[in-house]
């Protein structure tokens, strides 16, 4: 089992560039999420999905997008990538039968937005 | 709404003593309870968790928490820090309404040990 795995680890953006980061979990776990960490802040919630086909709006959704067309990925969009988009990206999933239980965490993708 | 407070972002102890990491909680419901560590450039990894029953929960690593109620605190604690325990440490509540759990984080502590 990989668990939860995010693809980049690392990227460097221009303003206004755009880019996809993909979740993919081996779990067969329903529920996904995308956080975002920032110095200070903790983890704030973007956007989650509660299985195939839907998403959700989470604390911090302005400026990104989401799709989960199939049940074990999750991507996140920038469609006009901003200098206060830079942060630290989580992905995490969690099975419905624990979703307020645990939730498991991919290791991260750092970008930077020049 | 729910909010996590975690006193202190950054705490050092010597190799040996007490860990003691704070954390207080706000939410309208009983709330479930969680606490992860992050290893520097890793993901979030559950330490323990409360949901119903027993108030003192025992995590890994030689980690426990005790849930109170009349204090709204989810404290910390490990009676001897080891140089491997440095890392960052998040509070978390679970928001039990709706068809998914959502987290929110405390802003985190930052563990230090010294030798």
């Known amino acids: 089992n990989a668990g939860v795995t995010q693809t980049p680890k690392f990227r460097v953006l221009k303003t206004g560039q755009s880019m996809t980061l993909l979740c993919a979990q081996d779990?067969?776990?329903?529920?996904m999420y995308w956080y975002r960490q920032d110095p200070g802040m903790g983890l704030r919630l973007i956007h989650y999905s509660v299985g195939e086909g839907t998403t959700a709006k989470g604390e911090v959704p302005d400026g990104y997008n989401v799709s989960r067309l199939k049940k074990q990925n999750f991507l996140l969009g920038l469609e006009s990538a901003a200098p206060s988009q830079t942060s630290v990206y989580f992905c995490?999933?969690?099975?419905?039968?624990?979703?307020?239980?645990?939730?498991?965490f991919g290791p991260g993708t750092r970008l930077t937005v020049l | 709404a729910q909010s996590v407070t975690q006193l202190g972002s950054h705490v050092s102890v010597s190799e040996g003593a007490l860990v003691l990491l704070r954390c207080n909680y706000s939410?309208?419901?009983?709330?479930?309870l969680f606490w992860y560590v992050q290893y520097p450039n890793q993901g979030l990894q559950l330490l323990l968790k409360?949901?119903?029953?027993?108030?003192l929960v025992k995590g890994i690593n030689g980690f426990e928490a005790e849930f109170k109620k009349s204090e709204t605190s989810f404290h910390l604690t490990k009676p001897s820090a080891h140089m491997s325990d440095a890392a960052e440490y998040f509070c978390a509540v679970s928001d039990k309404t709706g068809t998914a759990s959502k987290l929110t984080f405390g802003t985190g502590t930052r563990l230090q040990v010294t030798l």
């Open positions: 779990m067969n776990h329903e529920y």
């Open positions: 939410s309208s419901v009983p709330p479930y």
């Open positions: 995490a999933s969690s099975p419905w039968w624990t979703s307020y239980f645990e939730q498991f």
């Open positions: 409360y949901t119903t029953g027993a108030t």
